[in-house]
């Protein structure tokens, strides 16, 4: 019988804390090329672009309503890492721009390293129990409530905030959003399996 190792507080700590930082840095490259993403981080830019508004704040409003689900539907260990991933990531967000300058970025390049950023942020914290909240959990809740499933929803929701980007954004800026957001999926498609990854 295989022995299913349990990660301690620190291994917590540690996956939080680098999936928060490799989120913010995602959205410091978006955020340096106007680009945008899916889910609650993409309706966050989305808003920050049309209103002038710090995507930090925006992002850490947004996931608010969503907290309740998350305790219904995961737990309150779940919304606790989540609530601190979210927070990290709206601080980070704030802090890290002074620190990271650009000279040269090509869109292209900058979509596929937010994607690679994004997607193994995004490992990081499923692996410790946590998410980064909003679309994700309304998905959830609904599979249980409908049995529309949960990838059909966010598959929706994301069309809609890449449909309400060509308001925005121009086609360019959205096509390359796009690629970043799909190599993002395929990151997480790709590497995520719970039969494979056993620690809790």
Known sequence: MTNIAKHT???????????????????????????????TAGLALLISYATGWGFGPVF?????PFYWLGYRRMGGAFVAKTFVAVGLVSALSILLPPFIRFDTLNPAVGA????????????????HGAS???????????????GFRAGYTQAL????????????????LVA???????????????????????AR
């Open 60 to 64: 850490f409003a947004l996931n608010l």
């Open 132 to 146: 980064l909240g909003g679309i994700g959990i309304v998905a959830l809740w609904l599979q249980d409530k409908t």
């Open 176 to 198: 390359y959003s796009a690629m970043g957001a799909l190599v993002v999926n395929m990151v997480f498609a790709l590497n995520h399996s719970r039969d494979r990854y056993i």
């Open 112 to 127: 596929v390293l937010f994607g690679f950023a994004t997607g193994s942020a995004l490992l990081a914290l499923f692996r």
């Open 9 to 39: 507080l620190l291994d917590d700590a540690q996956g939080l804390i680098y999936g928060a930082s490799m989120a913010a840095f995602g959205v410091v490259i978006l955020s340096h090329l106007g680009l945008i993403t899916g889910q």
């Open 157 to 172: 929701v994301d069309g809609a905030i890449f449909a309400l980007a060509l308001f925005v954004l121009d086609l360019r």
